[in-house]
């Protein structure tokens, strides 16, 4: 009878050793940990801590770059969220070549971007071709367009010609001659194209008994000047003559002179016309100073610059007129 309690004591201790046993294995296995990966508050994946690896891949986000917040496994279940940074583009805005400005943006704030102002260009109009920023660099150019303006050549209050010009087509304008005007040699005032509307007004000299009156035109070989000199109601015998400032004659004939310089003008040139009798005399009366020269100042320079790529020089005349 004590063989069997003892027996049953010894059964009934092994059932709660083994019960025992069990129930500490039970608890290890529920303890285990989960890692939840997510991103704008959708789950990307939840990954136990035994079973964590490489972390998954942080969804693509348009215009931005992502990646996981820092984080430490623990003790407890853990959340890992994703993080996303602008990405930053550039706008270059670029005038005849040059960059005017660089403006950095990002998906954020593209839609706030504010254009510089367009360079101004002397005879153009300037804007910004179209664009639209999307979320990659971009150049965005300047377009010019030419100004128009017209020149207008009077004389006596009668319009002689009437032409329209741009800061591209400022050679292609075309001097009229002067009307004639018995009694008076005609010249134009003299004038400075500039990228307004101009008004070119003719003047009018009362000739007294004979005179020799100075003009010029281009050689079209070389661009050089060619003076020239007309005698007006010359005596018979006598010649037309014209001089340097040091006397020296420089042409000399009968009807229309014609004399090229050799060299292109860079400073003011002084000459002088006259008309010569048989023995050599200068008839002082008849006898007209002037002086050819390069236009200066802000404007001519731009013009004499652009004319200078074609091979002219901004040229004038005093007294007399001048011309591109």
Not at 107 to 115: C, F, H, I, R, Y
Not at 138 to 164: K, P
Not at 208 to 230: D, L, T, W
Request: hydrophobic content about 40%; proline content about 4%; some cysteine.
């Amino acid at each position: 009878m004590k063989t069997c309690r003892r027996a049953l004591a010894v059964l009934l201790a092994m059932l709660m050793v083994a019960s025992f046993g069990f129930s500490a294995v039970a608890v290890t296995d529920d303890s285990v940990h989960t890692a939840t990966f997510m991103a704008d508050g959708e789950i990307v994946e939840a990954v136990p801590f035994k079973l964590l690896g490489d972390e998954p891949e942080v969804p693509e986000k348009e215009g931005y770059y992502g990646y996981w917040e820092s984080y430490t496994l623990g003790d407890e279940d853990i959340t890992i969220n994703a993080v996303y940074s602008p990405i930053a583009y550039f706008a270059t805005f670029v005038a005849d070549g040059s960059v005017v400005e660089r403006v950095q943006f990002n998906v954020e704030t593209k839609d706030s971007v504010e254009a510089p102002a367009v360079p101004e260009k002397a005879g153009y109009t300037g804007e910004w071709e179209e664009y639209e920023l999307e979320l990659a660099d971009i150049t965005i150019n300047a377009i010019y367009t030419a100004e128009e303006y017209t020149i207008t050549f009077v004389a006596d209050g009668e319009t002689v010609s009437t032409q329209t010009f741009t800061a591209e087509t400022i050679d292609d304008i075309e001097v009229p001659e002067v009307p004639e005007k018995e009694g008076f040699y005609g010249y134009w005032e003299d004038y400075e194209i500039s990228f307004n509307d101009l008004t070119v007004n003719a003047k009018y000299d009362e000739i007294h008994g004979y005179v020799a009156v100075p003009s010029y035109q281009k050689a079209y070989r070389n661009f050089n000047v060619v003076v020239i000199v007309e005698g007006f109601d010359v005596p018979e015998g006598s010649e037309v003559v014209l001089m340097d400032k040091y006397d020296n004659i420089l042409a000399q004939g009968t009807g229309e002179l014609k004399y090229e310089l050799p060299d292109r003008i860079t400073k003011e040139q002084d000459f002088k016309a006259a008309v010569i009798d048989e023995e050599g005399n200068i008839d002082e009366a008849s006898t007209t100073y002037f002086t050819v020269g390069v236009k200066k100042g802000i404007i001519s320079n731009i013009i004499s610059f652009i004319m200078r790529l074609f091979g002219h020089d901004t040229v004038y005349m005093r007294p007399g007129y001048y011309y591109y």
